[in-house]
């Protein structure tokens, strides 16, 4: 019987896999067009499994975007469950997009979204999987493009043998200036390198094999420098500077199956002003950018309309900081109660949180609760600037106990600069006397049963933070804060949640990685690592034998101090926010100095430079 | 005393038929329910809702459908808050659910009516199978040994004991089974066979076909199943169930 792979794959492979739901692609308001009259292929891959690439609101942005565009098939690619690759492997079926079930090795841009370092080696095994030269000196011509985004973009050093270009920043309007170069290369006879060179010209486009890293005897970097004149020393991230004309998709595609976040993700702002040291997003996605309650309102509207979803997420860094948030709520409320569409709030802040919004919001549906106090101490605290007081969290439990909930979850890390066992010890105590706030409130007035879920993680010092320079606590010490704690919390009414410190590590590592770290991957991934962010196929032996293999030391990028005038790997990136403002705040973080929200008063983190006229409001 | 007047809009109770076909065939049961529920938002239909702490749409299925396999006759009840005719929820909803669901037909339901669920008893199946080199007259001859086995033993999973494999004898359950050939190639044949169904008895037509092979021991391949209707038994005769909701009506 002789039927075409794309029947093959539907009706023989998937058969035999779990949840082929995973691969069929024909999901409401997912776009299927007219391959004839298409001159751009364009493969959009997340490099984790479905359920959690359909989770992410970037994606869904970008699909409708280069959809909306005439010459432009934007597709879907996920890595396929392992079960699914072994299928694929065994019948020797490449890699295809969801949509077409073409084989994206014939497509003109093969993306990947950069959302955390663990899913590399599935970009790699992706790549394999489609048949696309892993590295990006042996592409030729007639193949695709590799660009990948994303925040992790913002080092991207440790991926950039794999990929031709970064995109670097907001993608809504530099993603078309690239598809504007492609259209104009693809009309002549140039050279790949030609495009790239094209490319390279555009803000926010960072080509790394336009740029040469020399080392110094100990191993730190010497110098990075770009190959020729018109090639940028720095690269620019890109801003989007007025939101409310930018694109943003009114429909999204319904999932069959279920995922992670399966609600619609209605992004009321971007950037944070908080400036947690810790934080990555709360630095990379400055400056802050709010949208209008009647834009909003507006949008919800025409995405519920679109998709029939029942839940809508206000979701954004810190949602709680949304200016208009009391407003924003009650409209939707009152809008639509009668429908029954819940709404959900990330992320609450203990400072700024008001049990008389959370009640508004789940007047329709119920869900948990979360705080994030995240250290135990208050010197800690000063120390990360998350800028709030045990007092705060007392009373803002106090009001949850009130309006009846008991089950609360805390979130802290362990692993912070300069945490001493005290240090530790303090989010235990704050476990207690969250357990004695419980106990203080009248019993008419309670809920029954309390139960309070301490989730601990071990704190990744991350790149274009202030904590940039500082070394991860060893694995033996996150280990033995570890065991401390689950000492420390002997109580019925707490629950201690935490993880083995290993995968943080690997995250340390890459997080501050330079391009040596090629190498490592490249060897983790041929001795089978993949789906490394999944506890049941992270495999760390075979990460440390990659390092060996490699001749590198793992130590060296995650428990090594920095230097302050040490040249960084990704010291060719600007993200607008200085290094002399990061310099600044980490001297403070060491003093355990608070710096104030820089919506009350600018504190000269360097963003509001990064285009002319200022970005800022 | 003054009697309070409850809501005069009275509830209406409808049973509709839709086809799956071959872009859901790998849509479970219960990611199937989750998409009309979207649906019958972005249409805006006027459906019920339960009452208690997290209300949900008032909507139920007949006889649940194997991943994989497409279907001509499966079965919907909803209940709505206003009056509507069966053949403008179609259109309307129709219009919003994703390729390869359709409603094809539908009839109001009586207050006190059987649910679909309960009601199936039997369901038709035809299975287009491949076999190399074997005759219609060898495929048919097969089939009718097959049939007077006087039992036909499986393992079968148990999905509620952890999928524990358990010997049970599917003969009962096959009602009959005829064979003809399929137009499009040499041995190629549906099998057209009618299973007990629903919830006290249920026949999973692959189960079927995996006995049929090994009692063969050929290799059959290109299976496809695809449920031709449904059926409760009612009075020594089989009725879909849209007719039994239309004699219910009477």
């Known amino acids: 019987m002789n039927i075409s792979t794309k029947d093959y794959i539907y009706d023989e492979l998937l058969p035999r896999v779990e949840k082929p739901g995973r691969y069929i692609g024909t999901e409401w308001n997912s776009i299927h067009k007219d391959t004839k009259e298409i001159s751009i292929r364009f493969a959009f891959c997340f490099p984790d499994v479905y359920e959690v690439g359909m989770s992410h609101l970037g994606m869904k942005i970008i699909y409708h975007l280069l959809n909306h565009q005439k010459d432009v098939y934007c597709e879907r690619v996920f890595a ?117 060179a094209m490319v390279a010209e555009i803000r926010g486009i960072y080509v790394p094999s336009l740029y040469k890293v020399s080392y110094n005897a100990d191993g730190t970097i010497e110098e990075i420098a770009s190959n020729n ?63 209008t309650v009647e834009e909003l309102v507006e949008l919800a509207d025409r995405l519920l309309e679109s998709s029939g979803y029942e ?49 508004e919001v789940q007047k329709i549906r119920k869900s948990g609760l979360t705080f994030a106090p995240e250290a135990g101490s208050q010197r800690m605290r000063d120390v990360i600037n998350k800028g709030v ?129 090629g190498e490592v991957l490249y060897k983790a991934w041929q001795l089978g690592c993949k789906f490394d962010g999944w506890d049941q196929h992270f495999k760390f032996d075979t990460w440390m034998e990659a390092f060996k293999e490699a001749g590198l030391e793992p130590e060296f990028y995650a428990y090594r101090r920095r230097e302050l005038d040490e040249v960084l790997p990704w010291d060719h990136i600007d993200v607008g926010v200085s290094k002399k403002y990061l310099r600044g705040e980490y001297k403070k973080a060491l003093k355990g100095e608070l710096t104030r929200d820089c919506r009350v008063v600018c504190t000269g983190c360097g963003i509001n430079l990064l285009e002319e006229g200022g970005v800022c409001k | ?44 239909i006027p459906i019920a809702y339960s009452s208690g702490f997290n209300p949900h749409q008032e909507i139920s299925f007949g006889a649940p459908l194997s991943l994989g396999i497409t279907s001509d006759a499966e079965y919907l009840d909803i209940k709505l808050r206003e009056d509507m005719k069966p053949e403008a929820i179609i259109e309307e909803l129709n219009d919003k659910l994703p390729a390869g669901i359709k409603l094809r037909a539908g009839t109001i339901l009586n207050e006190r009516a ?56 599917i003969r009962p359950m096959i009602v009959s089974v005829g064979a003809v050939e399929a137009p499009d190639s040499g041995g190629s044949y549906f099998l057209q066979c009618l299973l007990l169904s629903g919830s006290k008895n249920n026949l999973k037509p692959e189960l079927l076909v995996k006995a049929f092979a090994d ?19 009612y009075q020594g005769q089989l009725l879909d169930l849209l007719q039994y909701a239309e004699k219910e009506n009477q």
């Open chain 2, 114 to 169: 059987k649910s679909a669920m309960g009601l199936v008893t039997h369901s038709r199946y035809t299975v287009k199978v491949n076999v190399q080199g074997i005759e219609l007259n060898q495929f048919r001859e097969k089939l009718d040994e097959f049939m007077s086995l006087a039992e036909i033993k499986v393992m079968k999973k148990q999905p509620k004991k952890d999928f524990e494999l358990k010997e049970i004898d």
């Open chain 1, 311 to 359: 839940e809508i997420s206000l979701s954004s860094l810190s949602t709680s900081d949304f200016s208009k948030l009391n407003e924003l709520v009650e409209k939707l409320v009152s809008k639509y109660e009668s429908k029954r569409v819940g709404l959900s709030l990330p992320s609450l802040r203990i400072d700024s949180f008001s049990m008389k919004l959370v009640q």
């Open chain 1, 80 to 196: 396929p469950w392992p079960d699914m690759e072994t299928e694929m492997r065994k019948s020797d079926i490449k890699l295809f997009a969801l949509e077409s079930r073409d084989p994206i090795k014939d497509f003109d841009f093969v993306g990947f979204t950069l959302q955390y370092e663990m899913s590399y080696t599935n970009i790699l095994n992706m790549l394999d999987l489609a048949g696309i030269p892993i590295k990006a000196s042996q592409r030729e011509k007639g193949q695709p493009f590799v660009v990948a985004g994303g925040p992790c973009a913002y080092n991207p050093e440790p991926l950039s043998d794999f990929v031709d270009f970064f995109i670097l920043g907001e993608g809504e309007e530099v993603t078309l200036e690239v598809i504007d170069a492609y259209r104009r290369w693809k009309a002549t006879d140039k050279s790949r390198e030609e495009f790239l």
């Open chain 2, 215 to 233: 009692f063969s021991s050929w290799e059959l391949t290109g299976v496809r199943i695809n449920r031709e209707e449904v059926y409760t038994e």
């Open chain 1, 389 to 517: 007081t045990e007092e705060d969290l007392v009373k803002s439990v106090e009001a949850a106990f009130i309006t009846g909930y008991s089950n609360l979850k805390l979130y802290f890390m362990i692993g912070l600069p300069t945490e001493a066992m005290e240090d530790v010890q303090d989010i235990a105590d704050l476990g207690y006397k969250v357990v004695d706030t419980y106990y203080s409130v009248p019993k008419e007035k309670r809920g029954k049963g309390v139960n309070i879920t301490i989730s601990v993680s071990s704190f990744v010092p991350k790149p274009f933070t202030p904590f940039q320079w500082e070394p991860q606590d060893s694995i033996e010490t996150l280990k033995e804060k570890q065991r401390y704690l689950r000492g420390a919390i002997k109580n019925k009414k707490l629950t201690y949640n935490w993880h083995e410190p290993f995968v943080s590590y690997m995250e340390a590592i890459f997080a501050r990685g330079d391009r040596r770290l």
């Open chain 2, 1 to 44: 005393m003054q009697i309070m007047q409850v809501d005069s809009k009275k509830n209406v109770l409808m049973r509709l038929k839709f086809t799956k076909g071959n872009e859901v065939k790998y849509i479970s049961h219960l990611d199937l329910m989750r998409a009309f529920q979207r649906a019958i938002r972005r249409a805006d």
């Open chain 1, 229 to 291: 004149e018109s090639v940028p020393k720095k690269v620019r991230k890109r801003v989007v500077k007025d939101l409310k004309n930018s694109y943003f998709p009114d429909k999204v595609i319904v999932p069959f199956i279920d995922i992670v976040h399966d609600r619609i993700m209605l992004e009321i702002f971007r950037g944070c002003t908080r400036g947690c040291r810790f934080c990555q997003a709360g630095m990379i996605y400055r400056p802050i950018r709010e949208r």
